[in-house]
């Protein structure tokens, strides 16, 4: 189920989803071929440099369906303990009510000027409720240059 959706002008070219406020993190190699930095309670999701606004949707309780039209898509597990979590870019977020359970969290893109002609990448995130969420490369593209999890760690900025 659709829950929000809203656009953004991406910053630091990386998408964030955090239930605290995340720490700073150093992107290794590692990091950027997988299109992810994951620390427990927050990740952020690598979109590549590129001129205007990317429109984000959130789903809830539904579970990804990979398609043709999909550039890349990654899974992190992701774990929701209060009441709301903050999505958005680094300078901006929005609070989102994602109800407390487990999830596999997938974070997938499309060619936004394709699909609705007025932002740059179309982003969405499906908060699906799993017991043993895992991680994985669902499908490597410009975003997304490996096609298996490298590190699931994130090291902080000294």
């Known amino acids: 189920m659709l829950i929000t959706e809203f656009n953004v002008t991406v910053t630091h070219a990386q998408v964030v989803v955090f239930e605290r406020p995340p720490k700073a993190y150093e992107w290794t190699d590692d990091h950027v071929a997988q299109g992810f930095l994951f620390s427990p309670g927050d990740v952020s999701f690598g979109v590549p440099d590129h001129d205007g606004v990317c429109r984000i949707q959130i789903y809830s309780n539904e579970k990804f369906v990979l398609d043709d039209l999909c550039l890349w898509a990654v899974q992190i597990p992701f774990e929701v303990r209060g009441d709301f979590i903050d999505v958005g870019t680094v300078s901006e977020t929005r609070k989102v009510h994602i109800d407390r359970d487990n999830y596999n969290l997938t974070f997938s893109a499309y060619d936004g000027l394709g699909i609705d002609g007025d932002c740059t990448f179309f982003l969405k995130l499906f908060f699906s409720n ?3 969420p895992s991680f994985a490369i669902i499908k490597n593209g410009i975003g ?9 760690d994130a090291d902080e900025m000294s």
């Open 130 to 132: 799993d017991t043993n």
């Open 144 to 152: 997304v240059t490996t096609d298996r999890v490298l590190r699931v």
